[in-house]
T-cell receptor, first 113, second 117 residues
Framework: GQQLNQSPQSMFIQEGEDVSMNCTSS?????WLWYKQEPGEGPVLLIA?????ELTSNGRLTAQFGITRKDSFLNISASIPSDVGIYFC?????????????FGSGTQLTVLP | GAVVSQHPSWVICKSGTSVKIECRSL??????MFWYRQFPKQSLMLMAT?????????EQGVEKDKFLINHASLTLSTLTVTSAHPEDSSFYIC?????????????FGPGTRLLVL
């Protein structure tokens, strides 16, 4: 299947700083999804991107679908302690007759007060 | 909207027992549900894809007789870990794809932590 390379693997930042993480693929995706997972919980959808070049915001979060359709980035502005968690990018791929999500390896974000 | 629940949220059992985990879409119908397994500090690993009214499709390396999946209705899928052993201890997460709307987005349940002693 396709692989998503997500970076950085982990980040330690000071409260109030901006954060940027990205995801790249060797194959084209038609949709990019960004999820956040807190400890002991399931992933929660943050932003969904459907068109190349699309820039979408959700509060302090902004994500862009790369023009080549092989990458996406997620920015968090003015980070706060509750931003702590693992952020995953994901894209759909066709496997057999079902469309499944391929997940990146995740970016572990720690926000220091 | 798009809420998915899982029950139980955690379970501890003895080796050799079977454990059933339920996944429900609370406010939407889901033609497809997915079961994932996640080890500490790792990404989600897809175990199987479950379509309502048909047999589940298992990923390579996942034993279908070990992990029984039943998708009885458009709002309920169950995963049964049969004869559980300590190596089955993990965090199991389900997701559901709404019947209507965007065909790519999955909504996840809160997960079930299984500890087999």
């Amino acid at each position: 299947g396709q692989q998503l390379n997500q970076s950085p693997q982990s980040m330690f930042i000071q409260e109030g700083e901006d954060v940027s993480m990205n995801c790249t693929s060797s194959s084209i995706f038609n949709t990019w999804l960004w999820y956040k997972q807190e400890p002991g919980e399931g992933p929660v959808l943050l932003i969904a991107l459907y068109k190349a070049g699309e820039l979408t915001s959700n509060g302090r979060l902004t994500a862009q679908f790369g023009i080549t359709r092989k990458d996406s980035f997620l920015n968090i502005s003015a980070s706060i302690p509750s931003d702590v968690g693992i952020y995953f990018c994901a894209g759909p791929e066709l496997s057999g007759s079902a469309r499944q999500l391929t997940f990146g390896s995740g970016t572990q974000l720690t926000v220091l007060p | 909207g798009a809420v998915v629940s899982q029950h139980p949220s955690w379970v501890i059992c003895k080796s050799g027992t079977s454990v059933k985990i339920e996944c429900r879409s609370l406010d939407f119908q889901a033609t497809t549900m997915f079961w994932y397994r996640q080890f500490p500090k790792q990404s989600l690993m897809l175990m199987a894809t479950s379509n309502e009214g048909s047999k589940a499709t298992y990923e390579q390396g996942v034993e279908k007789d070990k992990f029984l999946i039943n998708h009885a209705s458009l709002t309920l899928s169950t995963l049964t870990v049969t004869s559980a052993h300590p190596e089955d201890s993990s965090f199991y997460i389900c997701s559901a794809r709404p019947r209507r709307g965007d065909q790519e987005t999955q909504y996840f349940g809160p997960g079930t932590r299984l500890l087999v002693l």
